[in-house]
């Protein structure tokens, strides 16, 4: 089945302990992006990846990182979490970058707490 | 720059009934298309229909039509018959095919609350 997940599904931690949401896509697309869902704001794109080892900020990158060693994975990094990146985040991932319709598809999302 | 304005925050509809979610945008790419997405209470993003700018027609699928009036830059999602299992959130997008190539711009959203 083609699909993007993501892990945890959840996840309560504490200010400034690291940590990393995970991300997959099972169908060799070259671009994968980072979104966060903050009510009243709407998804906001963090970062995302045009292929391997090629990655660019989106509109809100501070306090993330990512990292794109693999096609398939596409890791985001939170090195130091602050209460204010509370949020609902979203993987998603498409077959091409360039112009035309390409489908995103999105992971499940990831419910990080930050205390 | 690009962005989605979705200006109702939240809808309250009587089942059976369809229902028109507005979305206006602004963009300065020529070319671009329009998404709209679901998300239920469980969280997901549901992708429901597509508008290309330089499509002829509306886009339709099922229960789900675009009204696409490209001058005045709106794309309302329109959803006929309407069902309690389509109380959701829905987020009205864009992605520009030259300039913002490289993501989706989402609108704040509009919470769909369907009454029996």
């Known amino acids: 089945e083609a699909q993007v997940t993501q892990n945890p599904r959840y996840l309560i931690t504490v200010t400034g302990k690291k940590l990393t949401v995970t991300c997959s896509q099972n169908?060799?697309?070259?671009?994968m992006s980072w979104y966060r869902q903050d009510p009243g704001l709407g998804l906001r794109q963090i970062y995302y990846?045009?292929?391997?080892?090629?990655?660019d900020k989106g509109d809100v990158p501070e306090g993330y990182k990512v990292s794109r060693k693999e096609k398939r994975n596409f890791p985001l990094i939170l090195e130091s979490p602050s209460p204010n990146q509370t949020s609902l985040y979203f993987c998603a991932s498409s077959l091409r970058l360039a112009g035309g319709y390409n489908e995103q598809f999105f992971g499940p999302g990831t419910r990080l707490t930050v205390l | 720059a690009q962005k989605i304005t979705q200006t109702q925050p939240g809808m309250f509809v009587q089942e059976k009934e369809a229902v028109t979610l507005d979305c206006t945008y602004d963009?300065?790419?020529?070319?671009?298309?329009l998404f709209w997405y679901k998300q239920p209470s469980s969280g997901e993003m549901i992708f429901l229909i597509y508008?290309?700018?330089?499509?002829?027609q509306n886009a339709t699928e099922g229960r789900y039509s675009l009204n696409f009036q490209k001058a005045r830059k709106s794309a309302n999602l329109v959803i006929s018959a309407s069902q309690l299992g389509d109380s959701a959130m829905y987020f009205c997008?864009?992605?520009?095919?030259?300039?913002?190539?490289?993501?989706?711009?989402f609108g704040q959203g509009t919470r769909l609350t369907i009454n029996p």
């Open positions: 963009t300065s790419d020529p070319s671009y298309g």
């Open positions: 169908m060799n697309h070259e671009y």
């Open positions: 997008a864009m992605k520009g095919f030259l300039q913002g190539a490289q993501k989706l711009v």
């Open positions: 508008q290309g700018s330089y499509d002829q």
């Open positions: 990846s045009m292929n391997v080892e090629v990655t």
